[in-house]
């Protein structure tokens, strides 16, 4: 985003003690997430030498090849050795679901196309600028409940 924009964003999340990092292309934030540990992707998508619609896609493209936000494929007929036990319900197999980043897409366009293309992508939620900080506020409580519901802490296991 421009210098003034990621001001605006870096002075809110430093104000509600939430750790951040900026980049200033799409390559540089796929270098980035590729380090770990992002909770959330608050993604230009008019960024120079990658836009972030391309920046989005490769992300999530590292993602499944990861196997990250993919459940495994695990023929029925085969048991893994260890199984958790659920009382009536028998027994199932440990889940390996680590959660994928979420991905918002943030532009000064309204057009309907752009909000397609960056969901098509893989973006999770599109923010026309100039952002509300209340309503950013009450978006990254929800994006956050999402990655705890979804088991964020396991993203890096291997």
């Known amino acids: ?24 292309d799409g ?3 796929v270098k980035k ?6 909770h959330l992707i608050l993604m230009d998508i008019q960024l120079p030498v990658k836009d972030g619609i391309e920046a989005t896609r490769e992300i999530r493209d590292l993602e499944r090849n990861s196997n990250i936000g993919v459940f495994p494929m695990t023929p029925a007929t085969e048991m893994p050795s260890r199984q958790l036990s659920l009382g009536s319900l028998g027994a199932i197999p440990p889940s390996p679901l680590r959660s994928s980043v ?14 397609v293309n960056a969901l098509a992508a893989g973006c999770n939620d599109f923010l026309t600028k100039p952002v509300s900080l209340k309503w950013l ?9 999402m990655q705890v519901s979804t088991g964020f802490g396991r993203q890096r296991e291997s």
């Not at 506020?137 to 409940?145: D, R, S, V, Y």
């Open 27 to 29: 390559e540089e934030a």
């Open 137 to 145: 506020e009450q978006k990254t409580i929800e994006w956050g409940c």
């Open 102 to 115: 979420i991905i918002v897409a943030l532009t000064a366009s309204s057009l309907q196309t752009d909000r």
């Open 1 to 24: 985003d421009n210098p003034i924009n990621q001001n605006i964003l870096s002075m809110f999340l430093k104000k509600k003690k939430i750790k951040h990092q900026t980049a200033k």
């Open 33 to 38: 997430w590729k380090t770990g540990g992002f």
